[in-house]
């Protein structure tokens, strides 16, 4: 897939060059919103809707399958539309979408009004990603994308959960719809207002349907099996192995479609000539596995044990995202002003977050935000001297004409590792608080004078407040049955955050292979692989 565009006088005009930028970061902080809407107030609507588990699934798995097929087919819609007039019109599409999302309970509705926001927010993501790198010169580029950053990452992972925690403890989840509203047409505004990036006369080509239609049925299944997955036991339910053996199937199909069209498919494989694209590829699966991992963990921790409430959960996790923004801005003065190269900050965002989780996993059902808050500032920390270098890193070498399709497969990526961290994460909690109940009750036998002499000790505490001395007895039984599950529950906790830990040390090695593989392989193919190299802006022939 190819996308031509040119640089237009956006970057010499420094006023209309701010309102662009401007109207992105507001365009992303709608999907901020719309993506993490369901983390905290999945009871209140499913009390709301009336919907089962089942039903309501479908909200999170069609969003996120639809977000996955907006990545993929964004590059070619901009190569048809001009990116300015498709960003403006994914904005639009998503405020509509969420206010028409906060005025009803009607669950089918909502269920098609969450496709909707997915693809548009997909698209947006994608195109106003793509309009940085095309409207201004690679010298620019930490900067606006630490900008970026902050609304397509940030965002989502602290300043969108304190919001919506806020608004459901004092408001209701229609009201987390309604937010977006005015954030879209602020960012439409202004990005109308603003001059763009326009397209370069290309040559079209008709849209790769085949394609879609197989990697739609990929991604769906995909979702659905890593998100779903764990509440159904996994193989265990024959729907699992199916969607499974299906997905896999569809993913054959469409790679052997692709290789048939030689290179006139829907996705451009040649960004992968570009080591560095293909080694931030892969990056992106773990970074992405340890931003929704930990994103999913911290809250659900302090939820589920803590019994803290929306809005305390919410906020737990925003402190976070000033030091992520200040780590997004020190990274990008650092290789825009000191030239540093991107990949020197990963090395330390990797150790922070390592650092981070191995402090959480201290962590006790007495455990307050003030014990966990140094884990969570260095995380923030961590996750934006990362997230700049591997983005800078991916893109740094691509050509004007294949960069949305190579933002669109880095997100992708992205979006996958954090789907099976997710996922991986919420299996081996499931299962280590079975374990755990199993093991910790085995000890507690009828006979046990500890035992007895608590169960004596709280039902008499009990009686003395004025229960009957039989239901007293069965009270203290099941207040110790809950003390058992709790703490269960933060030992598989506990656990959990090692392993977010355990996953860079086991990948950092086999990234480095991965690295060095690669290095080698742009050694011994230079003349090849030099095609993949961008032109600067000055020394392009005029057209």
Known sequence: MSTAVAATASRDRPATGTLLVAGIVLATLTEAIASTVLSLGRGDIIGDTYATPDEFAWLDIGYIAFKLIGFIASSWLMTRINPRSLLVGSTLVMGTACAMAAI??????????????????????????????????????????ALFAMGSVVAPATIAPALEGWLLDSQSWTWIFFSS?????????????????MPARTARRPFDWIGLSLISVVLFCLTYVFSQGSRWDWFEEPRIQWLTVIGAAAL???????????????L???????DDFSFAFLVSFVAGAALFG?????????????????TAAGQLLLPSGALFVGALLIAAFLMQVRRVPPIATVPFGILMIMVAMWMLSGSTSESGPDDMMAAILLRGLGLGFLFLSITLIAFGNLNRRNIAA?????????????????????TLIDHNVA?????????????SPVVGERLTTTAAMLAARGMDTVAASRAATSLLGRIVTGQSTVIAFDTAFNAVALLFVVAAPVLVAIKIGLSRRTKSNAPRDRRAVDIPPERMPAR
Do not use: C, H
């Open 104 to 145: 009803t309970t009607r669950l089918d509705l909502l269920v098609a009004l969450r496709f909707i926001q997915g693809f548009s927010g997909g698209t947006l993501l994608v195109g106003g990603q793509a309009i940085l790198f095309l409207a201004y010169p690679r010298s620019r580029q930490p900067l606006l994308q």
């Open 181 to 197: 509203v005015p954030v879209a047409m602020a960012a439409a505004a202004l990005l109308l207002i603003a001059d763009g990036p």
């Open 252 to 266: 054959l199909a469409f790679l052997g479609q692709q290789t048939m069209a030689k290179g006139e498919g829907l």
């Open 268 to 274: 451009d494989f040649s960004v992968f000539r570009s």
């Open 294 to 310: 930990s994103a999913f963990l911290i809250p659900s921790f302090a939820v589920s044990v803590l019994a803290f409430t929306p």
């Open 406 to 426: 190579g933002i669109g497969l880095f997100n992708t990526g992205r979006q996958l590792g954090g789907l099976m961290g997710v996922a991986g994460l919420q």
């Open 435 to 447: 374990n755990n109940v199993a093991v910790l009750g085995a000890n507690l036998t009828a006979g």
